[in-house]
């Protein structure tokens, strides 16, 4: 026998027997697997439910939502969930909503302020180290996202995308839990091109607890939800075609690239509701190799190394292949703005290098003498940044730094300061070429550098490979820096602890 106690998010069974409280139900949560004392997740399910923990008795281990004091002998509990945590959220890079529109969406490019933190500790050459370190996610070549998905507190998300896994990060035990796709569930993988997902709170639809995002997959789009008291996910389908590219959000719209049953490449249109509108075919266009999304000047664009597909919300797509012998090098970065407001694209025609105008059936061309690594005006020609035009000659203050190499991760747009700032890896010593840099060159030695009104060194890293692998994210207050190589993810704090 059991009472039951209905809260108004969740209903209660209390065990006449032992006092002790099990969760049946809560709202969007779906079903309950309440296991939450036996997997050591009571704390973490306590505070994402806002729920009651003992504070000086144990006649039950948790206790509804509400619960002031203990039934059974009147002593105080802790109230949790009272007063919601207010941290930015974090879907990687690409996906920040905040950037205004003359930033490039869709590249590295955070709105957060970063550099006010991390340029007061001691500048460069003093070589700083982490504060803080976490374990890696089991399937380490995973995207991050950090956000409260509807519950009071934010939470750490990592997506496997080759592997179709979805990891959660219980911060008050201090592990890894992979969610366990619910019956029915969609295989969560995709290969096809590089993973985007678009945040569920970006949209126009009622906010469900349990809200991740819309996940693009082999089999179609999906939105993606989360249950951490039962440590599982559940979707549901949006758009049932194979999805071939990470989907795009302008202007409320959302586009879609999908495979046709025909084989050709498709353009599904979306309200920022998920109500359907327009498709198009856009013929024999290529079905992998895309990059995510750049959202620019009122147009989303898709680039492939054959060529570019744009879309404007309320019009055709237009696919735009590359001029005559010129190919993108898309690995050196992403597109960049010159400063008249027009985008380029560094590549190469097999001679030499050059920037591209991007968007424009006869584009111009900006010959350069040398690759240059970076996006959105976060450049650099070796060990120097570029500040003026993309094709501009590199601002040399040190020498020294033309024997080394650097690679931005990040960079933070910040209004109030007129040079580009942000994370970056410089490569010590290094003459050879930036695209075997990139590869699978083993670096001897790296730094983490924040590039700023003060450059800071935040760590350094021996024997680096696939440095193109490193991800950074912003979490609880700090900036991450995660390599599928690293046993640990590296961590810096944001704020001076108080
Ligand atoms: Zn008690």
Redesign the pocket.
């Given at each position: 026998m059991a009472y039951r106690w209905e809260t108004p998010a969740s209903i209660w069974l209390e065990d006449e027997h032992s006092g002790q409280f099990e969760l049946a139900s809560s709202d969007g949560l779906g079903r309950i697997d309440w296991q939450a004392a036996a997997r050591g997740r009571l704390a973490d399910c306590a505070h994402l439910l806002g729920a009651s923990l003992?504070r000086s008795?144990?006649?039950a281990a948790i206790y509804p939502e509400g619960f002031a004091f203990?039934p059974?002998?009147g002593?105080p509990l802790e109230r949790l969930g009272a007063a919601p945590e207010r941290h930015p959220d974090w879907w990687g890079p690409y996906a920040d909503a905040l950037l205004p529109r003359h930033v490039p969406h869709g590249l590295p490019v955070t709105s957060l302020a970063l550099g006010d933190s991390l340029e007061e500790r001691p500048p460069a050459p003093e070589v700083g180290r982490f504060d803080v370190a976490m374990p890696p996610p089991p399937n380490a070549h995973c995207v991050f996202a950090a956000a409260t998905c509807g519950f009071p507190e934010q939470r750490l998300l990592a997506l496997a995308p080759g592997r179709g896994v979805l990891q959660y990060w219980d911060p008050l035990a201090e592990v890894w839990h992979v969610l366990l796709p619910e019956e029915g569930a969609a295989d969560l993988a995709f290969g096809a091109s590089d993973y985007g997902w678009l945040p569920t709170s970006h949209l126009q639809v009622p906010a469900r607890r349990g809200d991740v995002a819309l996940v693009p997959t082999a089999r179609g789009l999906y939105r993606l939800a989360i249950n951490p008291v039962s440590e599982t996910c559940r979707t549901e389908a949006v758009l049932a075609a194979p999805v071939v590219a990470a989907p795009g959000l302008m202007r409320r719209q959302l586009g879609v690239l999908v495979r046709n049953p025909g084989g050709t490449l498709g353009l599904c249109c979306l309200g920022a509701d998920l109500s359907p509108g327009p498709q198009f075919d856009c013929g024999a266009l290529p079905l992998t190799g895309w990059t995510r999304p750049i959202g620019y000047d009122g147009q989303l664009f898709w680039l492939h190394g054959e060529g570019q597909l744009v879309w404007r919300p309320g019009e055709a797509p237009r696919w735009l292949a590359w001029p005559d012998t010129w190919l993108p090098s898309l690995d050196l970065g992403g597109p960049t703005l010159s400063r008249d407001g027009r985008m380029w694209l560094i590549g190469h025609d097999g001679q030499s290098y050059s920037f591209l105008e991007l968007g424009t059936e006869r584009p111009q061309r900006e010959p350069i003498d040398g690759a240059r690594l970076g996006f959105a005006n976060l450049l650099f020609r070796r060990g120097h940044p570029v500040v003026d035009e993309p094709w501009s000659g590199e601002h040399v203050e040190d020498q020294h730094e033309d024997d080394s190499l650097v690679l931005p991760l990040l960079r933070s747009f910040n209004n109030n300061r007129s040079q580009p700032s942000g994370l970056v890896l410089r490569f010590h010593k290094y003459t050879g070429r930036a695209e075997e840099a990139l590869a699978n060159r083993v670096i001897a030695r790296t730094t983490v550098e924040w590039i700023g009104r003060r450059n800071v060194i935040l760590d350094e890293v021996a024997r680096l490979a696939r440095p193109l692998d490193c991800v950074p994210f912003v979490y609880a207050n700090r900036l991450w820096l995660h390599h599928p190589d690293w046993n640990r993810i590296r961590g810096w704090n944001l704020e001076v602890p108080t």
């Open positions: 003992p008795c144990d006649h203990c059974t002998c002593r």
